[in-house]
């Protein structure tokens, strides 16, 4: 069963159920729910739905592409068109909270296209590189 909290974030206070896990029990998606705007404690304004930001819009993946494991920005690019890599060689290095994760090759081949550049933001799932 769900427990109830008050959150305040930034002077904004918000209402979230949380869910609590024992072991060995698999976590579990709900549906998520139309954003809402939130009332400050003690405003009188009512809760009304919120727009949802628009997203950017990112390419599809195709069949060589390497893509994002996680959202983050793109720190180094190590790969150029053209360039031969093999499986495991490090393409490119990503970093979110601080951290700083390499981006591997899952494929063996011929970079076609490298699609970010380095201080570009790019999302989870978004192609970063084509390998032929």
């Given amino acids: 069963m769900p427990r109830q909290f008050k959150v305040t974030v930034n002077g904004r206070e918000y209402e979230v159920s949380v869910l609590e896990l024992t ?9 998520p ?8 404690a003690g ?8 727009a949802a930001a628009p997203r950017p819009a990112t390419a599809a993946a195709g069949a060589g592409d390497e893509l994002a494991g996680m ?3 793109v720190v180094e ?3 150029k068109v053209g360039q031969n890599v093999a ?3 490090r393409l490119m290095v990503l970093e979110a909270m601080k951290m700083k994760t390499p981006i591997m090759a899952t494929r063996a081949g011929q970079v076609t296209r490298v699609l970010v550049a380095p ?8 192609p970063l590189v084509t390998i032929a």
């Fill in 87 to 89: 499986v495991g060689d």
């Fill in 77 to 79: 690019v190590d790969v």
């Fill in 71 to 73: 959202g983050g920005v």
């Fill in 23 to 31: 072991a060995g029990q698999a976590p579990q998606s709900p549906a």
């Fill in 119 to 126: 201080g570009d933001a790019v999302e989870g799932g978004q």
């Fill in 43 to 50: 405003s009188a304004t009512s809760a009304a739905p919120a």
């Fill in 33 to 40: 729910a139309a954003p809402m705007a939130v009332a400050a």
